[in-house]
């Protein structure tokens, strides 16, 4: 560690984000990352366009209507997102989540069962902008090791990390590719958001502009947090792997393996939910909770796992022959 440089590690971090934009994982992921948030988005607008040009009068009082009515679409998948409620449960209450939205009935949390985190999200801020949050926390892991599954197996197998070691050392290529990695994959992030904000404020209107502008400055933040760590396990695999292509299979293997395996095994054996915390899955939606205490603690979890998955591979990229 005495070897690393600040000013080693910003200049590799700067100009490692400006390679990625031209090379084939940078393109590939900022294709695929945009098309996955905003078509998401798209998804969730588009019913809501159509029933916003199905009111002959929009005033205040319609307006008030279509937010009910998205409150009422979207809660039973909410919860069930969150965790408050089974999928059962979820299942039992669609029919009168549907009747309501066909009526547009005002959601009243006392009766329809609503609990602080989903109010939080659905009722105290735009409830369009928290479910594409949900969709995008769910995502982005997947689709973060297009860009992050090559910050060091491609060099190491083409041998070529030998002669920026003339200049530096191992450390410092390290830990500069891994922040030049999250700038990209920020500042990609950042224009999904804005994109989306931006159509919300100007073609729908139905939130306050100053609503959706500092939720989405919330999410953009946590969302930009929340990549830290499964961009620093893809780092360790890079740094132990030679070969970028099994680099790529074995983050793709690992990210989705976690969520599946405890999908799968607590349905056989309900402790085996907890193999979800292997990774930021059994946690990562804290970073949308109304309490303090639990978003600092998500906080400090992204904190916490980027260093154990990345601490491992810096010590392997110290020791292992290039």
């Known amino acids: 560690m005495e070897t690393l440089s600040a000013s080693h590690i910003r200049i590799i971090a700067y100009y490692w984000s400006r390679y990625i934009v031209r090379s084939g994982s940078g393109l590939a992921y900022l294709m695929i990352a945009l098309i996955f948030g905003l078509f998401s988005a ?3 607008i588009m019913p809501v366009e159509k029933f916003i040009q199905q009111k002959q009068d929009v005033s205040e009082s319609n307006l008030q209507n279509i937010r009910y009515s998205i409150i009422n679409i979207e809660k ?3 919860q069930y997102v969150l965790g408050v409620k089974s999928f059962k449960e979820v299942g039992q209450d669609l029919p009168n989540d549907l009747m309501n939205t066909m009526i547009s009935k005002p959601v009243a949390e006392d009766s329809m069962g609503f ?4 109010s939080f999200l659905l009722v105290k801020r735009p409830a369009l902008l928290s479910a594409i949050f949900l969709i995008l926390f769910f995502g982005m892991p997947f689709v973060v090791t297009y860009l992050a599954f090559n910050q060091l197996s491609g060099d190491v197998q083409s041998r070529g990390l030998r002669y920026l070691l003339l200049k530096t050392e191992r450390g410092n290529i390290y830990f500069g590719r891994f922040l030049g990695t999250i700038v990209f994959s920020t500042l990609v992030t950042a224009l999904i958001i804005a994109v989306i904000t931006f159509y919300l404020a100007m073609k729908l209107r139905i939130y306050p502009a100053m609503s959706l502008i500092g939720w989405s400055l919330h999410g953009f933040m946590a969302l930009s947090l929340l990549m830290l760590p499964y961009i620093a396990l893809c780092a360790m695999i890079s740094a132990s792997i030679d070969s970028p292509m099994l680099s790529f299979v074995v983050a793709n293997l690992i990210i989705p393996g ?11 054996w309900a402790p085996l939910k907890y193999i979800n915390y292997l990774l930021p899955w059994g946690w990562q939606n804290h970073l949308l909770h109304p309490s303090p205490i639990h978003l600092l603690m998500a906080l400090l979890g992204c904190l916490v796992y980027t260093a154990i998955f990345l601490m491992p591979g810096y010590y392997i990229f110290e020791k292992r022959d290039l």
């Open 42 to 44: 798209q998804i969730l």
């Open 76 to 78: 039973p998948i909410v």
């Open 115 to 118: 609990d602080r985190w989903t």
């Open 258 to 268: 976690v969520l599946i395996t405890a999908a799968i095994g607590r349905i056989a």
